[in-house]
Nanobody, 128 residues
Framework: QVQLVESGGGLVQAGGSLRLSCTAS????????MAWFRQAPGKERESVAA????????YSIDSSKGRFTITRDFAKNTVDLKINSLRPKDTAVYFC?????????????????????WGQGTQVTVSS
């Protein structure tokens, strides 16, 4: 049984940083993309960052400013999200996700429908 467990969320002041971590168990996902999404109250879930199976192709919602950094550890079956310069608008529940269908595609998808497995989410609250 596949299970994804997120950790690292919490309450942080604006300008601070957080590292979210997601550990997958139940099978190996070396050949599939991994991603982080978030959902703020009253808003739709949106893609925050995604990383390809190889780790060479990365998407970030804020690529020009570099506030979000996604990394994966193949040996540990984990995917992390580092968020810098946090803002109140970053407040949301953050979910990690793994695609079980996009085998070795070059660029990681950002559409949540492409992701098969999801964690329960971890709350990030940024105070002003």
């Amino acid at each position: 049984q596949v299970q994804l467990v997120e950790s690292g969320g919490g309450l942080v002041q604006a300008g601070g940083s957080l590292r979210l971590s997601c550990t997958a168990s139940g099978r190996a996902f070396r050949d599939y993309p991994m991603a982080w999404f978030r959902q703020a109250p009253g808003k739709e879930r949106e893609s925050v960052a995604a990383i390809s199976w190889s780790g060479f192709s990365i998407y970030s919602i804020d690529s020009s400013k570099g506030r979000f950094t996604i990394t994966r550890d193949f040996a540990k079956n984990t995917v992390d999200l580092k968020i810098n310069s946090l803002r109140p608008k970053d407040t949301a529940v953050y979910f990690c996700a793994i695609s079980g269908r996009c085998y070795r595609i070059e660029h990681p998808p950002t559409n949540q429908r492409e992701y098969t497995y999801w964690g329960q989410g971890t709350q990030v609250t940024v105070s002003s």
